[in-house]
């Protein structure tokens, strides 16, 4: 089946500061989404993005399906940002996401 | 519009015991997954429903487990009995059929299981 890697695995960030997390996966997809869950353990819909780019406040996400990849980037971070950061699949072939093990995010004020 | 939701919110149980987990969709959303995520590590597939018809169950770890979609509106997980290994973090998911592309899948807040 599809493999999806995440990276970094975590990641420390002071207060205002950028970040671009990264999602690689092994075949093409047609769909693909990026999580955040919480401290509470939601999972908070960021991205719906099997390509393309989009934005959505200080958040903003590139998957480029033709090289099997995606970016999440996070501008001037926030404490609020910490958390899980998952990315997620679908090839074409079945009907269930397929989960990168994620990106642990702690932002310091 | 309501979000996925789920109950309970967490479930304390001791080995041998049973668990029903429940989860009500997006209004009309034909598409309900279960998944988890045990010990810290990924989210796993564990079954999907289109509508009331199970369309793929090949995530479900074992016989304990049994899921059911009646009427194909809210769907419950039932685990028979509960062992230690089935402690973590049940999700439920729903979205709508599309014929091309997949739709955005939407999820709950989660059951956290802790088995004793």
């Known amino acids: 089946g599809i493999q999806v890697e995440q990276s970094p695995p975590d990641l420390i960030l002071q207060e205002g500061a950028n970040s671009t997390l990264r999602c690689n996966f092994s075949?093409?997809?047609?769909?693909l989404q990026w999580f955040h869950q919480n401290p509470w353990g939601q999972l908070i819909n960021l991205f719906y993005?099997?390509?393309g780019t989009k934005q959505n406040g200080r958040l903003s996400a590139t998957t480029v399906a033709t090289e099997r990849y995606s970016l999440l980037y996070i501008s001037s971070s926030q404490t609020t940002d910490s958390g899980v950061y998952f990315c997620?699949?679908?090839?074409?072939?079945?009907?269930?996401?397929?989960f990168g093990a994620g990106t642990i995010l702690r932002v310091k004020s | 519009e309501a979000g996925v939701t789920q109950f309970p919110s967490h479930s304390v149980i001791e080995k041998g015991q049973t668990v029903t987990l429940r989860c009500d969709p997006i209004?009309?959303?034909?598409?309900l997954y279960w998944y988890r995520r045990v010990m810290g590590k990924e989210i796993k597939f564990l079954l999907h429903?289109?509508?009331?018809?199970?369309?793929?169950e090949s995530g479900m770890p074992n016989n304990r487990f049994l899921a059911e979609r009646t009427g194909g509106t809210y769907s419950t997980l039932k685990v028979q009995p509960a062992e230690l290994e089935d402690s973590g973090v049940y999700f439920c998911?729903?979205?709508?059929?599309?014929?091309?592309?997949?739709?955005?899948?939407?999820f709950g807040q989660g059951t956290r299981l802790t088995v004793v």
């Open positions: 998911a729903s979205s709508q059929i599309r014929e091309v592309l997949n739709t955005e899948a939407f």
């Open positions: 075949d093409s997809v047609n769909n």
């Open positions: 993005i099997p390509s």
């Open positions: 997620a699949v679908e090839d074409w072939y079945g009907n269930k996401l397929v």
């Open positions: 209004s009309g959303h034909d598409n």
């Open positions: 429903f289109v509508k009331e018809s199970k369309q793929d």
